[in-house]
């Protein structure tokens, strides 16, 4: 059975940072891209940032490119995602999927395997 779980979120102030942090369990890591998604209050579901199996390839959303940083530890199995220079419009639930094989586009529909999410919160 695949678990993915999240952690790292918080409340911080404007032009604080974070780092979010990923593990999957039940599934062999090397085989998954991973991607971390963000859901605010009445908007849909929208890919902050993947990577691929081996790390060599990252997509970033405009809004968060050159601020969020996307890594992961195959031999961890854990994929992390550093957040500096946040904005409140940064505010959401932050999830982490996992797709089998390669993530295509960067879209929550190509991911089947998701954790339950942590809250960041950006404070003006």
């Known amino acids: 059975q695949v678990q993915v779980v999240e952690s790292g979120g918080g409340l911080v102030q404007a032009g604080g940072s974070l780092r979010l942090s990923c593990t999957a369990s039940g599934l062999n890591f090397d085989d998954y891209a991973l991607g971390w998604f963000r859901q605010a209050p009445g908007k849909e579901r929208e890919g902050v940032s993947c990577i691929s199996r081996s790390g060599g390839i990252t997509y970033y959303a405009w809004s968060v490119k050159g601020r969020f940083t996307i890594s992961r530890d195959n031999a961890k199995n854990i994929v992390y995602l550093e957040m500096n220079s946040l904005k409140p419009e940064d505010t959401a639930m932050y999830y982490c999927?996992?797709?089998?094989?390669?993530?295509?586009?960067?879209?929550?529909?190509?991911?089947?395997?998701w954790g339950q999410g942590t809250q960041v919160t950006v404070s003006s």
């Open positions: 999927a996992a797709q089998r094989w390669a993530f295509g586009t960067c879209t929550a529909a190509n991911f089947g395997a």
